[in-house]
């Protein structure tokens, strides 16, 4: 490269396509920045088309935008210069080039404010929609979304689950569910839901609440169950995350979001949809914890109401505990203990089950005792065998084989 002079000065240059870095050379001419890279190869910008990003005082490097148009759109090329001194050497070789952005320097003190507001006021702006306004908005909308959109976009997701084809379970498997659901359900008799339940087979120790009233045990959740009141329990919790709309409000204010930013940024980079996917997720694990708290009341509540023994939803609650203390002993032991330890995360990521969850379990149920005016509590499926729930779980070679036969 060619040495630094008040005419040449390093620099890095980027074509707008990627990140790659190339070093320059920028030499100041009458007509324009001659940049010539280490081949040999040089382009000529003329200074009416260069742009003055912030930066270039206060020992900063000098960061030059240069404006290319092609077929698909413009990009912007940057040229860095180390060298501060380079706008004040081309502001004494070539003054006359010195037009429009060029002057920042001049008025150092504005324009630092205007950036400051712009890298401050504007973002916490832009969070404060983000973070307040639009959930709030979304959540108003998703409570007035129809039933019939919920069964729809439910349809889809079963479909896509392939739990709409699959075979219904044990007659006898299936009555349990029956009679656990009518029960609970007995009790919001207006509700506007059709409520059924699917099973999945898989050891994964999770439920779920889809749209329109759908929930989805994980048969690993169901082995997990030692009485029908454990079971009842996670039903109550998931009944509740469907009559409040949990899933619903979620997938609108996803939607919002999107929406938001597409109007306020237009197609968004890949770098920016990143940092606002990462924002995002974080956000719906608090909002998530948040909906968890208002299924824990609503379930517990409605234990109560079913006349359920609330201790079933509490050693459910407590039997997770024990697992999630086992977690951490088996990703410290890594290999297959790393597969069984993931079976409980799935749960345990966003029901968790610390002390804290167990202790407001227990506050609601007394709580709710004294509201509900000492309901009777009646045993649920008390000839039952309970272990005939359990099931075991196929990998998949035995389900292949199943499906060749």
């Known amino acids: 490269m060619t040495s630094e002079s008040p005419l040449n000065y390093s620099a890095n240059y980027y074509d707008g396509r990627s990140a790659k870095r190339r070093q320059v050379t920028a030499t100041l001419s009458p007509s324009g920045l001659i940049v010539r890279s280490a081949d040999g190869k040089t382009v000529q910008w003329p200074y009416a088309s260069l742009r003055l990003s912030p930066g270039g005082f206060a020992g900063q490097p000098v960061q030059l935008e240069h404006e290319v148009r092609e077929a698909s759109g413009a990009r912007a090329e940057i040229l860095s210069v180390q060298n501060p001194k380079f706008l004040d050497a081309l502001k004494e070789k070539y003054p006359d080039g010195l037009q429009g952005d060029w002057n920042l320097p001049r008025h150092k003190g504005k324009r630092r404010l205007l950036v400051f507001a712009s890298l401050v006021l504007i973002p916490a702006i832009l969070f404060g929609l983000w973070r307040f306004a639009i959930p709030a908005l979304a959540d108003r909308v998703a409570m007035r979304v129809p039933v019939s959109w919920e069964e729809k976009l439910t349809e889809k997701v079963l479909e896509i689950w392939g739990l709409d084809e699959q075979p219904a379970p044990d007659p006898k ?27 999945m087979d898989s050891k994964t120790v999770n439920a779920l609440a889809l749209p329109a009233g759908t929930i989805v045990l994980f048969q690993g959740l169901i082995n997990a169950t030692k009485t029908p009141e454990e079971l009842a329990g996670v039903l109550a919790h998931e009944i509740q995350h469907a009559l409040k709309r949990h899933s619903t409000r979620g997938l609108v204010r996803q939607a919002a979001t999107g929406m938001a930013i597409t109007l306020m940024f237009g197609d968004v980079g890949e770098i920016f949809q990143g940092v606002v996917g990462v924002a995002d997720e974080l956000d719906s694990l608090r909002h998530s914890r948040s ?12 234990i109560l109401a079913a006349g359920i023994d609330p201790e079933g939803m509490v050693r459910m609650f407590e039997t997770l505990k024990k ?13 297959k203990s790393e597969e069984k330890a993931g079976e409980w ?12 969850r167990i202790a407001r379990l227990r506050n609601i ?3 709710g005792a004294g509201e509900s005016g000492g309901t009777e509590i009646r045993p649920l499926l008390p000839k039952m065998d309970w272990t005939l729930m359990h099931r075991k779980i196929k990998n998949q070679t035995e389900k292949a084989l199943e499906e060749k036969e």
């Open 365 to 367: 149920a007394g709580e």
């Open 323 to 335: 697992e999630e203390e086992k977690i951490n002993k088996l990703l410290a032991a890594g290999g």
């Open 345 to 356: 995360m799935e749960f345990l990521s966003t029901h968790p089950a610390g002390k804290d």
């Open 173 to 199: 498997v299936q009555q349990t569910l029956d009679a656990i659901m009518q029960r609970l359900l007995d009790t919001v008799p207006d509700q506007s839901y059709s409520f059924k339940v699917y099973i």
């Open 291 to 302: 909906m968890e708290r208002e299924a824990d009341e609503g379930g517990m509540k409605m």
